[in-house]
């Protein structure tokens, strides 16, 4: 009986959870995957929870590759992170143009909080065989925000030593995890 009743449970209280991004230059809405990476997810939310992303900067852009983010506030300097989180790339989801996945460093599990968009198919980035970087998610609708945010001027940073930083400030305004209602409507 209790099977039966769960079966008829509207479709919208199983969706996976959304959140909304909230940039300087529009938003974008992401379907998080928490079945093909449940570590992952929980990360991510954590941060969203406990607002850390909330005035962050989208801090390295590459067009034709990636917009880069979460990591660092608007002073350039690097925001705190919980422990890191065990890959789950290998037999997960492609880095696809339109997915968001989790950046690392050469260590395998050593993401913590800073992600990506896939602006282009991003395949060679997968775990074909080994360990690659962990996609999580999903843009369902704001593509063409990432598409407006992938002509940013770039230039060299001395501060973070690093090419591709944005010459004004891509800003993450706030980051909210919809209600469950929004969370199962359709995408147009």
Do not use: C, W
Not at 44 to 58: E, H
Not at 99 to 127: E, K, P
Not at 156 to 183: D, G, K
């Amino acid at each position: 009986m209790l099977v039966l009743a769960a079966s008829l449970l509207p479709t919208a209280l199983l969706a996976a959870p959304r959140v909304q991004f909230e940039t300087n230059h529009g938003n974008i809405v992401v379907e998080l995957a928490p079945k093909m990476a449940p570590q992952t997810v929980k990360n991510f939310l954590r941060y969203v929870a406990d607002g850390s992303y909330d005035g962050s900067l989208f801090h390295r852009i590459v067009p034709g590759f990636v917009v880069q983010g979460g990591g660092y506030n608007q002073q350039y300097q690097q925001l705190p992170t919980y422990d890191p989180v065990v890959n789950e790339s290998i037999g997960g989801l492609s880095n696809k143009r339109g997915t968001i996945a989790m950046a690392r460093t050469q260590a395998v599990d050593s993401a913590t909080r800073q992600f990506y968009f896939n602006l282009v198919n991003n395949t060679n980035l997968d775990g074909v065989g080994q360990a690659g970087y962990t996609v999580f998610g999903q843009v369902v609708s704001g593509i063409e925000v990432l598409d407006k945010l992938s002509q940013t001027p770039t230039q060299y940073s001395s501060i973070l030593r690093a090419n591709n930083v944005p010459t004004t400030p891509v800003i993450l305004r706030h980051v909210t995890l919809l209600p469950e209602q929004q969370a199962g409507k359709k995408s147009k």
